[in-house]
């Protein structure tokens, strides 16, 4: 059974840092991209950051760009998401996925087109 089991969310102030793990289990990710997405209360589910199959590519939204940093260890089958300098708008629940379709990406992906979710977990930020 395929599970992603998200971890390191919790209540940071602004400015703080918080660094997700996403740990995976059932079968081996690392020839696939990973990428993180989050939904905030009343929101849509968005793209986050995300990262090709050998960690070589890395993609991010501009919202996050130059703050977030995503990686991956495939011999742990675990991606990260190091989350710094953070901002009361990056409060939400954040998912990882995985997408079986691609290895690396040329458009960023849609939640949609992610094949297995996490159940998530809640980044809190306090101004």
């Known amino acids: 059974q395929v599970q992603l089991v998200e971890s390191g969310g919790g209540l940071v102030q602004a400015g703080g840092s918080l660094r997700l793990s996403c740990a995976a289990s059932g079968r081996s990710f690392s020839n696939y991209a990973m990428g993180w997405f989050r939904q905030a209360p009343g929101q849509e589910r968005e793209f986050v950051a995300a990262?090709?199959?050998?960690?070589?590519?890395?993609y991010y939204s501009d919202s996050v760009k130059g703050r977030f940093t995503i990686s991956r260890d495939n011999a742990k089958n675990t991606i990260y998401l190091q989350m710094n300098t953070l901002k009361p708008e990056d409060t939400a629940v954040y998912y990882c996925?995985?997408?079986?379709?691609?290895?690396?990406?040329?458009?960023?992906?849609?939640?949609?087109?992610?094949?297995?979710w996490g159940k998530g977990t809640l980044v809190t930020v306090s101004s």
């Open positions: 996925a995985v997408d079986l379709t691609y290895s690396d990406y040329t458009v960023l992906p849609r939640p949609g087109g992610m094949d297995y």
């Open positions: 990262i090709s199959w050998s960690g070589g590519s890395t």
